[in-house]
C-alpha cells in the first residue's frame, strides 16, 4: 500500500478546480511555474488551510521558490509531474571523511605567467570577433 496522496497525480486543471472549490478565496494566491503549481503566503499558513493544502496533494518546501511573476512560494503541487527528492543515507552507512581545509597559495604566480595568461585571452577574443564577421547574422 502506498501513503502518497492521490490527488498528487491530478492534472493542474483538476487542482485548480478541487482548490476553487475547497479554498475560493485563497485562489489568486495560486501561481504557475512550468506544470508545477505553487500556492503563495505571507507567512505561515493557519492550520486549516495547511491541511486543506495537504489533501489537495501539495507539498511544503523550506526554500523559497520564486515565481515568475517575482512573488516567492513554500507550497507546491507537481500536477502528477515527477518530484526528485535527495535520499538520506543513515549514519552507519555513510563513512564520514574530515573537512578539507583550502589555504591561498603562499606564492603569487609570477607576472610573467600573468602577462602570457592576459595575452592569451586577448588572443581568443581577438579570433572570437573574427568568426563573428565571418559567420553570417
Given at each position: 500500500?502506498?501513503?502518497r496522496?492521490?490527488?498528487?497525480?491530478?492534472?493542474?486543471?483538476?487542482?485548480?478546480?478541487?482548490?476553487?472549490k475547497?479554498?475560493?478565496?485563497?485562489?489568486?494566491?495560486?501561481?504557475?511555474?512550468?506544470?508545477?503549481?505553487?500556492?503563495?503566503?505571507?507567512?505561515?499558513?493557519?492550520e486549516?488551510?495547511?491541511?486543506?493544502?495537504?489533501?489537495l496533494?501539495?507539498?511544503?518546501?523550506?526554500a523559497?521558490?520564486?515565481?515568475?511573476?517575482?512573488?516567492?512560494?513554500?507550497?507546491?503541487?507537481?500536477?502528477?509531474?515527477?518530484?526528485f527528492?535527495?535520499?538520506?543515507?543513515?549514519?552507519?552507512?555513510?563513512?564520514?571523511?574530515p573537512?578539507?581545509?583550502?589555504?591561498?597559495?603562499k606564492?603569487?604566480?609570477?607576472?610573467?605567467?600573468?602577462?602570457?595568461?592576459?595575452?592569451?585571452?586577448?588572443?581568443?577574443l581577438?579570433?572570437?570577433?573574427?568568426?563573428?564577421?565571418?559567420?553570417?547574422?
Amino acid at each position: 500500500m502506498s501513503d502518497r496522496n492521490p490527488n498528487r497525480d491530478l492534472p493542474a486543471d483538476q487542482v485548480v478546480h478541487l482548490f476553487a472549490k475547497n479554498l475560493p478565496e485563497l485562489v489568486e494566491n495560486l501561481g504557475a511555474d512550468r506544470e508545477w503549481l505553487w500556492f503563495v503566503s505571507d507567512g505561515k499558513p493557519s492550520e486549516d488551510v495547511r491541511t486543506t493544502l495537504k489533501e489537495l496533494g501539495f507539498c511544503f518546501t523550506p526554500a523559497a521558490h520564486p515565481l515568475p511573476d517575482g512573488r516567492t512560494a513554500h507550497w507546491y503541487h507537481s500536477c502528477g509531474g515527477a518530484v526528485f527528492r535527495r535520499r538520506r543515507a543513515h549514519t552507519e552507512q555513510v563513512e564520514r571523511k574530515p573537512a578539507r581545509k583550502y589555504k591561498a597559495a603562499k606564492n603569487p604566480a609570477p607576472r610573467s605567467r600573468v602577462a602570457e595568461s592576459s595575452n592569451i585571452n586577448s588572443d581568443a577574443l581577438a579570433q572570437l570577433e573574427q568568426l563573428a564577421a565571418i559567420l553570417p547574422t
